[in-house]
């Protein structure tokens, strides 16, 4: 009896060592190298995926309650670079998965993990793509085989993914070339961490940089167990921050107008209200992102809802500020049949055209090569950082490029109560743009000023070798003074402009347009003060640099009128007049927009007989930008002259020779009066 209890002692230790050796041992977890195993895993991998898998770094597993994958040195090849390119490498990748969940059908990560991985996007000019796996293994199935029959196939299997405790992706460089436009992108994500815990929302964050702008991306998308769900009910939060940016979204399924159909699950598209926030410092601080040339608007805010049907999307309730201007209205975009379609109806309150200044920045942009200037404020630059900032990688496309131009059509129309210049009240106005196969349309823009009006209408094509444009403009009694307040508060300098502009041009680009231009520009002005320098516009200051020479700087100016033509960039005044109490003064300008050189040639006439009448004749020579005024040689031994002949002939004008009215209406009307076109 003792040898035989003895005896199944012996046996009740065995069969207890038996079975609790495997549980101590999956408890404990041993790894182990199977990277033998590893050619077999690359042909595997390669059939599956129809392309070339090679592992030339261990592979160790960890049998236990969390089995364990670890794999080093994954390449995948690209099969359509001649180059024998990879399409990706990963350094290092870790699964572990908690066996415990399966009891009650449930798959549970406990941690997804990767570390220095490299995925080459290329789009080749033959049409393929570095990422296209579609139809390339060989058990690939003919799009002509009849669907199998799996009914009954998947009954009794209700394994469905329950939680992901940990995702950590490290080191993640991604680029892109387009072999058919030649473009090339980077992206490099630095971290990209997560969970999708249950009972906790899902959460995933990722920063890194692009374009040598910083980023970061968090991602909130309710419980993993409603995303699992045949109509997914849960919030979904964005939140992102690039290049000065922050934008965020939001999504209620809630809201969702039908359910989802469960076949429609794994690749729907959502469909429901979304709510958009997007806040941004200034406009411009995105150009270095996006590669184009934007205005330095700032500082901005988009909020709105987003309604989206199948590929339209609608946005209500938008509320866009610039500055101190709020936007209100509603938008949308639909897909169209070349491109996208946008259109925009919003209305303000007060329109404060302070906030749309751009001064240095045209829809042209600038010259070939030129650089951005750094966005940095001198107080915040780092000396350490100025050289690499003052660089740029590559010049930025203006918004008038041809191929931005044919991005999208839109439609944007505007109304407004109240339009602000400082603290100026212009009046109300309104404003329809269409942009449609890149040709932009402005029908019409008006402003309606105390006393006057501003209209504006235009055309304007761009093509890669030809810009065409049109520009019809009429201003009727704008004050100058508006103006000139802007620039010194304390200033008396005004006057009532009007303004008649016809011109068509065509040109090689936008920025050279006016060098092919065919039209005339009409200008009547009764300046009041004129100060040269005080606004930065040519034409005034040689106006107000002239005035004072030709008028020896002691008559009240009525009218300055010039009605000039142009003829393929080249503006030559029909007719002159300036008219004051004591004298008017005649002659001949033109300017070439080729060279921008300017020329003029003024003379003064008494407007009643003078016993000495000087008249000497001013000229004006230089640039648009820097012009001198003055009196030739020539033209003071002909004044001299003409001294000596008034001596003789006074008498007799003073008798024959009918004076001109000092106020100077009946001349300065019928100078504004262009003839009529010669009959063919």
Known sequence: MRILRILLIAGAIVITLAIAAPLILLAVGIQVDVSKLGPQVSEIASDTLGRKVTLDGPIYVVPSYWPTLEIHGLHIADPFAADDAEFMYLGRARIVLDLLPLLRARVALDEITADDVRLNLVRYADGNASWAFDGLGPEAK???????????????RDLAFSELEELALRNIAVSWHDQTTGERED?????????????????????????EQPFSLRLGAGYLSDLLTARPEMPLDLELEIAGAALAIG????????????????????????????????????????????????????????????RDWRLSKLALR?????????????????????????????FRIDDFQAEGWSLAGGAPGDEAPPLAKPEEENPAQEEPAATEAEPRRALLDPQLMRILDAKVALRVDEVMLGEELLGSGELVAVLEDGRLEIDPLKLQIPGGAFALQTELEVNPSETQARLAMQIEKFDLGVLARRARADTDMGGI??????????????????????????????????????????????????????????????CVVALLDLQDGRMEAQSILIDTTRIQVAGEFDADFHTEKLHAMLQPRPKRPQFFSLGTPVQVNGTFEDFGVGVSALDLAGTVVRVVTDLATY???????RSVSADGKEACAEARKRPAPDAP
Request: proline share 7%; net charge negative.
């Open 142 to 156: 003919d799009e002509t085989d009849e669907p199998a029959d799996t009914e009954g196939e998947d009954e009794g």
């Open 251 to 310: 999504l209620d399924f809630d809201s969702l107008d039908a359910p989802l159909a469960e076949d429609a699950v794994p690749g729907a598209r959502a469909a429901g209200t979304y709510w958009l926030v997007f806040e941004l410092k200034r406009l411009d601080e995105l150009g270095r992102l996006l590669k184009v040339e934007l205005p330095p608007f700032g500082p901005i805010s988009v909020r709105a809802e987003a309604q989206i049907e199948a």
């Open 497 to 558: 402009l009007d303004l008649d502009v016809e011109i068509e041009a065509q040109a090689p680009d936008p920025a050279s347009i006016m060098t092919g231009a065919n039209g005339h520009v009409d200008v009547s002005f009764e300046p009041v003060n004129l100060e040269a320098g005080l606004l930065d516009m040519w034409a005034v200051n040689l106006v107000a640099s002239v005035l004072p020479v030709v008028t020896g700087g002691e008559s009240h100016i009525n």
């Open 187 to 211: 992206l490099v994500v630095e971290e990209c961490t997560g969970a999708a815990v249950a009972g906790e929302p899902i959460r995933l964050t990722l920063v890194g940089n692009v374009r």
């Open 322 to 350: 610039v500055g101190e201007t709020r936007l209100d209205g509603s938008a949308s975009i639909q897909e169209g049949p070349q491109r996208p379609r946008a259109e925009l109806e919003l209305t303000s309150t007060r």
């Open 651 to 657: 008498p007799a004008r003073l008798i024959f020779i």
